[in-house]
Antibody, heavy 121, light 106 residues
Framework: QLQLQESGSGLVKPSETLSLTCAIS??????????WSWIRQPPGKGLEWIGH???????YSNPSLDSRVTISVDRSKNQFSLKLSSVTAADTAVYYC??????????????WGPGTTVTVS | DIQMTQSPSSLSASIGDRVTLTCRAS??????LNWYQQKPGKAPKLLIY???SLQSGVPSRFSGSGSGTDFTLTISSLQPEDFATYYC?????????FGGGTKVDI
């Protein structure tokens, strides 16, 4: 059964770069769903899609985050990563990685990590 | 970007009630609409995909309908474990966007 687990810096200083990794178990990033996403949720607020790596090799990110987002894949480690540069307090949130197991992102995301809290301060 | 608007933002209901949540897209998204349930401190859980397809393992009291711009999620008989926040999400085009959520409580 496919499982995801986020890890990374829980406390980041303003203007620095947030770095998170999503480890994949029970499946392969090369043979799983067609995309691997990052989503975040500020305290007490709704969900915001940050971006995803698509199996076509392309990465798509939310224009609201400008060019601060970098999503990369490490197939040898079976994981994918998020870097968000020039962070501010507005980037404080729970960050989730997610995917649609064995299918397209168009059919929703059915596998989520438990989430990791990142505080910018 | 496609804007997703959910209504109501919150509602109070009782066990056994039939509950209907609404989601509207700012432009046609055909049937690329997904519904999630989220409980406090937990990751969202996929309930419905492609507007009306029930995700494996989800109770049949949940159902979805709609196409184009207007969608609904119905819980036929509310159970204690259904008290949560529900989000719709369009997967028609990037950036993928979520509605603001509907909180269902007692």
């Amino acid at each position: 059964q496919l499982q995801l687990q986020e890890s990374g810096s829980g406390l980041v200083k303003p203007s620095e770069t947030l770095s998170l990794t999503c480890a994949i178990s029970g499946g392969s990033i090369s043979s799983g769903g067609d995309s691997w996403s990052w989503i975040r949720q500020p305290p007490g607020k709704g969900l915001e899609w940050i971006g995803h790596f698509h199996h076509s090799g392309n990465t798509y990110s939310n224009p609201s985050l400008d060019s601060r987002v970098t999503i990369s894949v490490d197939r040898s480690k079976n994981q994918f990563s998020l870097k968000l540069s020039s962070v501010t307090a507005a980037d404080t949130a729970v960050y989730y990685c997610a995917t649609r197991a064995g299918s397209s992102f168009r059919y929703g995301m059915d596998v989520w990590g438990p989430g990791t809290t990142v505080t910018v301060s | 970007d496609i804007q997703m608007t959910q209504s109501p933002s919150s509602l109070s209901a009782s066990i056994g009630d039939r509950v209907t949540l609404t989601c509207r897209a700012s432009q046609s998204i055909t049937s690329y609409l997904n519904w999630y349930q989220q409980k406090p401190g937990k990751a969202p859980k996929l309930l419905i995909y492609a507007a009306s397809s029930l995700q494996s393992g989800v109770p049949s009291r949940f159902s979805g309908s709609g196409s184009g711009t207007d969608f609904t999620l119905t819980i036929s008989s509310l159970q204690p474990e259904d008290f949560a926040t529900y989000y719709c999400q369009q997967s028609y085009s990037t950036p993928l966007t979520f509605g603001g959520g509907t909180k269902v409580d007692i």
